[in-house]
């Protein structure tokens, strides 16, 4: 989608959160994406908790020293259906939160007093963060064949997925509302063992939202 979709600003806190984030280099269209997924995070409030995940994003940003695993900026959003290259999860979630905001702002009267635009972000940025923590890593020999990422061995035998985003935002001393914790638990787009669960507006939102990347979109 063209754009950043500029969000409202909410009553009673500053704007302004850290120094504008530079352009990144033509030439690296990965740091670019990544970019912009921070000046998204910046204009969550209150501004403390936009600190918070941008700290996040960046601890997670990069790959293990060893390789053995891909980070925030190069992981795919899976390995076959969808978003499945070099750099899929951050352009995944940055799909996901455009089309969330464009959604919103085009008929924000269900959503008044419920959903804000920042909880709007944080549900899509945290809707597959597990993804860019010891999920992935390279696989040379299915990259001829389309998969060029596998999953670890291990991935989803210690903590289910949605689980695993929660530990990684409850390490960083994050705290959510029951809203966004609903979110990222039963907005799911695919198959889930919690769909059944009564869903948020929040969390339906952004399931949409998450669809709309992974079966129209699909780049």
Wanted: with cysteine; hydrophobic share 40%; charged share 25%.
């Amino acid at each position: 989608m063209a754009g950043e979709p500029v969000m409202e600003e909410e009553s009673g806190v500053e704007p302004a959160l850290l120094e504008p984030t530079p352009e990144a280099p033509d030439s690296d269209p990965l740091e670019a994406n990544f970019r912009r997924l921070v000046r998204y995070l910046r204009q969550i409030q209150p501004r403390e908790l936009a600190k918070q995940l941008m700290v996040l994003a960046f601890e997670l940003k990069d790959d293990a020293p060893d390789g053995s695993w891909v980070g925030l900026k190069r992981a795919p959003a899976g390995r076959r259906m969808h978003h499945n290259r070099e750099g899929g999860l951050v352009q995944h979630i940055l799909q996901m939160i455009e089309f969330a905001l464009m959604i919103y702002h085009d008929n924000p009267q269900p959503f008044k007093g419920v959903v804000r635009p920042s909880d709007l972000i944080i549900a899509c940025f945290l809707h597959d963060l597990h993804k860019a923590r010891a999920c992935f890593r390279e696989d040379p020999a299915g990259r001829a064949k389309g998969t060029p990422f596998e999953y670890l061995p291990d991935v989803g035998k210690q903590l289910p997925n949605d689980v695993m985003t929660l530990w990684l935002v409850n390490q960083a001393g994050i705290k959510l509302t029951q809203d966004q914790i609903n979110a990222v638990i039963l907005a799911e787009g695919g198959y889930s063992l919690y769909r059944h669960q009564e869903r948020s507006k929040l969390a339906v939102l952004v399931s949409m939202a998450d669809e709309y990347s992974a079966l129209v979109l699909r780049k």
